[in-house]
């Protein structure tokens, strides 16, 4: 099984329709990461956890929230989604403990808006 | 925050050959730069990284070198394969671990 599990990882959805992407972890790490995936534009932060009670907005937070449900859940809301939110979504997760250091990412959402 | 360019957005190699890719890094002083390889369907995953105190890392056919005077660093892969073909992307952190500026990626395909 996958260390950090992304569900679903398919969606295709319609403009307004509020959606969430889950991401679960088996790898014991404090931190998780969202971040979202565009042709030509790389790896950009949605919105990072350092531990439960914390949640940070990244580079491009904005028609997206987030909830730390627990250390090994981090799950990634669009209220009201939109054709520009189309991407290819990754949630990452790093061990704090070692300090700044790698990151394990998911498989990926890929979510549709039409 | 960091602007991290990189180049070039694809690269075609011939198996055997060396593969380069160069990454830039603005004003900043992020003294933490891994290298990710994103296989088709999959998430990336490091393939090596380097910190600000040392020039170069390598590890087997791959090799980073960093120009801190310069604000580059670049991947090197030697005698390619077919199994290198992905995508690459260069990243740069400040060290605090909240956030990792990420190139906008390199497509390498390695002809047989």
């Known amino acids: 099984d996958a260390d950090v599990t992304q569900t679903p990882r398919n969606r295709i959805t319609k403009t307004g329709k509020r959606i969430m992407l889950e991401c679960s972890q088996t790898?014991?790490?404090?931190?998780m990461y969202w971040y979202r995936q565009d042709p030509g534009l790389g790896l950009r932060l949605i919105y990072y956890?350092?531990?439960?009670?914390?949640?940070n907005k990244g580079e491009i937070s904005d028609g997206y929230s987030v909830s730390r449900q627990a250390q090994a859940k981090f799950s990634l809301s669009l209220e009201s989604a939109i054709p520009n939110q189309t991407a290819l979504y990754f949630c990452?997760?790093?061990?704090?403990?070692?300090?700044?250091?790698?990151?394990?990412f998911g498989e990926g959402s890929r979510l549709t808006v039409l | 925050g960091e602007n991290v360019e990189q180049h070039p957005s694809t690269l075609s190699v011939q198996e055997g050959d060396s593969a380069v890719i160069k990454c830039t890094y603005s004003?900043?002083?992020?003294?933490?730069f891994p290298w990710y390889k994103q296989e088709l369907g999959k998430g990336p995953q490091l393939i090596i990284d380097?910190?600000?105190?040392?020039g170069e890392k390598k590890d087997q056919r791959i090799a980073v070198t960093l120009n801190k005077t310069a604000k580059h660093f670049s991947l090197h892969i030697t005698e390619t394969q077919p199994e290198d073909s992905a995508v690459y992307f260069c990243?740069?952190?400040?060290?605090?671990?909240?956030?990792?500026?990420f190139g906008t990626g390199t497509s390498l395909t390695v002809i047989p």
């Open positions: 990243a740069a952190s400040m060290g605090t671990g909240n956030q990792f500026y």
């Open positions: 380097i910190r600000s105190n040392v």
């Open positions: 956890s350092f531990d439960v009670k914390d949640i």
């Open positions: 790898k014991g790490h404090d931190r």
């Open positions: 004003d900043s002083a992020p003294n933490y």
């Open positions: 990452a997760t790093s061990d704090g403990a070692r300090g700044v250091g790698e990151l394990f």
